[in-house]
């Protein structure tokens, strides 16, 4: 059974890991180029909020949204 947990820490230390490690080592090098991933994924969390505003102004605009006190049973 040991073999066998020490099988799974192999495969995610040796090899699924891999690609943060790599950028834990850049990371004395570039603060930039270490926290890339980071960068990626707030660009993308913003781009997505944005979108998201806008629909709602844009739902909101043509009157689909229903803002009556009774639109929801949370607000009575």
Not at 6 to 17: A, H, S, Y
Not at 21 to 39: F, K, Q, Y
Request: hydrophobic fraction near 50%; charged fraction near 20%.
């Amino acid at each position: 059974m040991k073999a066998f947990f020490e099988g799974i820490e192999t495969l995610f230390v040796d090899f699924l890991f891999w690609p943060w490690d790599a950028l834990r080592s850049l990371e004395p090098h570039t603060w930039w180029g270490a926290n890339v991933i980071n960068w990626i994924l707030m660009i993308i969390c913003c781009v997505a909020i944005v979108y998201w505003c806008k629909q709602l102004k844009l739902h909101a605009d043509n009157g689909e949204e229903d803002t009556t006190s009774t639109a929801h049973s949370f607000l009575e």
